[in-house]
């Protein structure tokens, strides 16, 4: 198990609705020690951030989080103003409720027009599969792939469940060859986060394998 791979593909991540600025730093000050890929923070604190870290770690936030229902133009709006305050990478939550209705070309719409607004930017699309049935799963990841998008991505962590083994190895044979796979939600070890990439994740959305780290440094 390498440490260092694990903790490059980790958005190190914190969504909490009471979190402060100065957790928010700490953050970035893990991310930047530990070389993480990322940090995944809301967008209120994009800027500071950016500002704070500049071009030393990636700045990651979310957009129509956590329950992904607002419409197309306040997504693309918050989209945009993400990027121009500074975010490098985009994570959008579709429309659950259109896709169960089977309006998948809502759904596919809408991700296009976030990736357009996104343009080079990485735009990562939560599909919340604790919410869908594998049916359903099969069909985000083609919407996905067709909508242009860089990655699908397992879960908000704000719902029911998180990632799960099964849920990757299913966008792992159903997803383009351009599209990557996040596993994000409940990533609570070094081992189920090694699982997680040896499935086809490469990128895991979690709090708490930096954590696992300081902790094992500590007892060193």
Known sequence: MDTAKILAACDHTL??????????RALCDDGMKYHTASVCIP???VKSAKEYVGDRLKICT????????????????ETKDALEKGADEIDMVINIGMLRAGEKDYVLNEIKAIKAACGD??????IETCLLTD????????????????????????SKAGA????V?????????????????????????????DLGASRLGTSR????????????
């Open 209 to 220: 394998i930096v954590k696992i780290v300081k902790s094992q440094e500590e007892k060193a």
């Open 62 to 77: 979310v957009i129509g989080f956590p329950n992904g229902n607002m419409t197309t133009e306040s997504k693309v709006f």
């Open 164 to 167: 799960t083994f099964a849920d």
């Open 121 to 126: 930017h990485i735009l990562k699309v939560i």
């Open 135 to 158: 049916e359903e799963k099969v069909v985000m990841c083609d919407l996905v792939t067709r909508a242009g998008a860089d990655y699908i991505k397992t879960s908000t962590g704000f």
């Open 15 to 24: 969504l909490l609705q009471t979190a402060t600025w100065d957790e928010i």
């Open 43 to 45: 967008p209120c604190y």
């Open 169 to 197: 190895e299913l966008f792992a044979k159903h997803v383009g060859k351009n599209v990557k796979i996040k596993a994000a939600g409940g990533i609570s070890s070094m081992e189920d986060a090694q699982k997680f990439l």
